[in-house]
């Protein structure tokens, strides 16, 4: 066996020089200038499917009912993260961008910015064509568009609504500007895979920015015991839980909020959470230590008989 390889991994790692943020990586290291500002700022990550664009669209209305100027960005090529808040598929800020052949100047905020239900505002960022480009600057020029027109002056609350579970650099931008990570996961084996890799994303990022993880939101989820087993094996905290009802998934067909659906008792029930949760947000959560799992742990611990 080689010298190396008898060298504890903690040991090795420690002994690596230290790079910068962006630094060996495809990753756009934050301009300083584009630093948000006063609102606060919530990342939401999960698995692929899971639920963040109807979880981000109704914590945006949750925040508004609380008097909140709330900012949903929307970070994924389908560009359908505010679908529920405009009632359609809004241009992209890259679709925009190149409609003026990338001269940012001749654009104006109402060619990207979009009123959604209870005063959310819109922002799609899109992403670059399949195979040609990164995340990160997509998000970069979102920012940039949305600090040279003002629009974050008077903002209190941005949610970015991020792509699946990709924790490349390009993805993980939106940590940059965050203070909060939001991990939306189902009580399942692969949701909670995924969310052990966001968690070693957010870890990274919070070396060199001030993101840190808030907590975790259970969707589509009666019962949350593999979430409750892996929260106590790695330090995370379950902030809100929605079960799996099947007004939520109408809601998404209906181009609705669930605070736009007819009232009933199980409606009601998520509304409230969903304030309950905003409420908590506003009011501030301290900062999860965490530790993630190796994946074979994982296995180990939620994995098959």
Known sequence: MSEIATVPLAALQRSLPRRADGEGSVQVQMDPSLA????????????GGIGKSTTSSNLSVAFARLGKRVLQ???DPKHDSTFTLTKKLVP????VLESVDFHAEELRPEDFVFPGYGGVMCVEAGGPPAGTGCGGYVVGQTVKLLKEHRLLDDTDVVIFDVLGDVVCGGFAAPLQHADRALIVTANDFDSI???NRIVGAILAKSKNYKVRIGGVIANRSDATDQIDRFNAAVGLKTMARFPALDVIRKSRLAKATLFEMEASPEVEAVQREYLRLAQALWDGTEPLVTAPMKDRDIFDLLGFD
């Open 36 to 47: 948000i500002g006063t609102a606060k700022v919530f990342a939401v990550y999960g698995k």
């Open 73 to 75: 960005i929307g970070c």
């Open 92 to 95: 992209t800020v890259i679709d």
């Open 193 to 195: 895979f995924a969310m």
